[in-house]
Each structure stands twice: as structure tokens, then as C-alpha cells.
Nanobody, 115 residues
């Protein structure tokens, strides 16, 4: 069955860095668009960044220049490198896989930015 398993979340001070990973299984990873979304308390889930099978990326304005998405098709894994973290980046981060009518979610990983 399809699985998306996120890891790498945690508590970090403002200005710090974290690297999230999402290990995928159960589908043809290389043809899917992979993305990271986040949801803060009381807010709607929003797209952080996505990456197509061809490597094209789409970043939210709020994270441009600070976050970097990458994918390793050999390992069926997508990564999110987050630098210069701000308190407003605090949220549950979800991995997403999308292809045509297929849309899958991971269980989420908490990222908290606080001093």
C-alpha cells in the first residue's frame, strides 16, 4: 500500500535549520510530483514547495531563499532543507505525492521554532 513517512521535525531556535525527509513506497515515485505542505494551529493547510518528476520547483513566497526541496528517485525520498527558520514557520509539515487523480498524504511531522 502507499506510504509516505516523514521524519526530521523537532524544536529549533529562530535562525536555526532542520532537514525533513519523506520516504515513499507503494507507487512509482519517479513520476509523481512531490510536495511539502504545512498547517499551523487555526490555519488552513498551505503549500510550502513542490517538485515535479523533472525537477521543476514551485516555492511559496514566504520560504523562498530559505527552504530547498530535493528528491532522490533512487531512494524514493524527498527532502526539505529549512534554513533561517522563523517562529511563523511553526506548523505540522506534511509530505504529499500527486499524479493525475492520485493524491497521497503522509502523517505529518511537527516543526516548532521557538527560543
Amino acid at each position: 500500500q502507499v506510504q509516505l513517512v516523514e521524519s526530521g521535525g523537532g524544536l529549533v531556535q529562530p535562525g536555526g535549520s532542520l532537514r525533513l525527509s519523506c520516504a515513499a513506497s507503494g507507487f512509482i515515485f519517479s513520476i509523481y510530483t512531490m510536495g511539502w505542505y504545512r498547517q499551523a494551529p487555526g490555519k488552513e493547510r498551505e503549500l510550502v514547495v513542490s517538485i515535479t518528476y523533472g525537477g521543476n520547483t514551485n516555492y511559496a513566497d514566504s520560504v523562498k531563499g530559505r527552504f530547498t526541496i530535493s528528491r532522490d528517485n533512487a531512494k524514493n525520498t524527498v527532502y526539505l532543507q529549512m534554513n533561517s527558520l522563523k517562529p511563523e514557520d511553526t506548523a505540522v509539515y506534511y509530505c504529499n505525492a500527486y499524479y493525475r487523480t492520485d493524491f497521497y498524504w503522509g502523517q505529518g511531522t511537527q516543526v516548532t521554532v521557538s527560543s
